[in-house]
């Protein structure tokens, strides 16, 4: 079983993991690779990253997929997020700047 984010929404995805590398996207007609990639994660309302994760990744459009197992110890990392140590930050632009 997969979870799937897009749009940042949760999805369960039931097929077998031989069956989901050989889907193509719907939307760009992608292959799904298996990757290690930096995720972000909302959880409750607040966002925490988490490096190497593996997922599988559309390599067209760059939709990821987590398998079940996967997107449950995010959760775990994310229920623990006081006891994250590193921190990073980012400039933060509002869309707006662009207009004027």
């Not at 409750?44 to 490096?51: F, L, S």
């Not at 987590?66 to 632009?93: C, G, H, N, T």
Request: net charge negative; with cysteine.
């Amino acid at each position: 079983m997969r979870l799937a984010i897009r749009e940042q929404k949760y999805r369960i995805s039931l097929h077998a993991n031989d069956e989901m590398a050989e889907e193509r996207c719907e939307f760009c007609e992608g292959e799904m690779e298996q990757r290690r990639i930096l995720a972000r994660f909302r959880y409750k309302g607040q966002t925490i990253y988490v490096e190497n994760v593996p997922a599988w990744v559309y390599n067209k459009c760059g939709e990821e997929y987590f398998d079940a197992p996967i997107y449950k110890s995010l959760e775990e990392i994310a229920r623990q997020r006081e006891r994250i140590q590193r921190v990073i930050s980012f400039p933060l632009a509002e869309f707006d700047m662009a207009v004027a």
